[in-house]
């Protein structure tokens, strides 16, 4: 779960590129909108918009990058970047086509009881804040090992 304007989602997201390459054909790595800041909500529904045009991750981390301005030119500016449609980013952000897929999203961390951003589940197992990439290893493979016994 994370916020676009969170500087420590930012610096997880070596983590999460790092856990990516380590576990390849392992784990599956779902990034959910949680905005903590009222600024970041656009850039949510942004990476669901990027999402819905498989550019999720291309954006995803360009917004993390560029935390400092996360407006609605901003936004189109980076969507150019990642190889968006942007006129489709535009009218979707504009029109606020994924608020509600972001709320739920939203509610979701709630009922988890996820208290800030980043927060990570990994196999059910709730871990809020950012990590050490050596104990976001240690949880992944406690959780392989889970699985397979």
């Given at each position: 779960f994370s916020d676009m304007?969170?500087?420590?989602?930012g610096?997880a997201?070596?983590?999460l590129d790092?856990l990516?390459?380590d576990?390849?054909g392992?784990?599956?790595?779902?990034?959910?909108?949680?905005p903590?800041?009222e600024?970041?909500k656009?850039?949510a529904?942004?990476?669901l918009a990027?999402e819905?045009?498989?550019?999720f991750?291309p954006?995803?981390?360009?917004?993390l990058?560029?935390q400092e301005?996360?407006s609605?030119?901003?936004?189109?500016?980076?969507?150019k970047?990642?190889?968006?449609?942007?006129?489709?980013?535009r009218?979707d952000?504009?029109?606020?086509?994924?608020a509600?897929?972001v709320?739920a999203e939203l509610a979701t961390?709630?009922?988890?009881e996820?208290?800030?951003?980043?927060?990570?589940?990994i196999?059910g197992?709730?871990i809020?804040?950012?990590r050490?990439?050596?104990?976001?290893?240690?949880?992944?493979n406690?959780?392989?090992?889970d699985?397979?016994s």
């Open positions: 304007q969170c500087s420590y989602c610096d997201l070596g983590n790092q990516r390459e576990f390849a392992k784990v599956r790595i779902v990034v959910k909108q949680m903590v800041h600024t970041a656009l850039a529904e942004a990476a990027a819905a045009q498989g550019k991750w954006l995803h981390d360009l917004m990058s560029n301005d996360l609605l030119e901003a936004l189109l500016a980076l969507g970047r990642a190889g968006l449609d942007v006129a489709a980013l009218q952000l504009e029109q606020h086509t994924y509600r897929a709320q961390a709630m009922e988890l996820l208290t800030g951003a980043p927060s990570f589940v196999n197992k709730r809020m804040g950012h050490p990439i050596a104990e976001l290893r240690t949880l992944v406690e959780a392989l090992a699985l397979e």
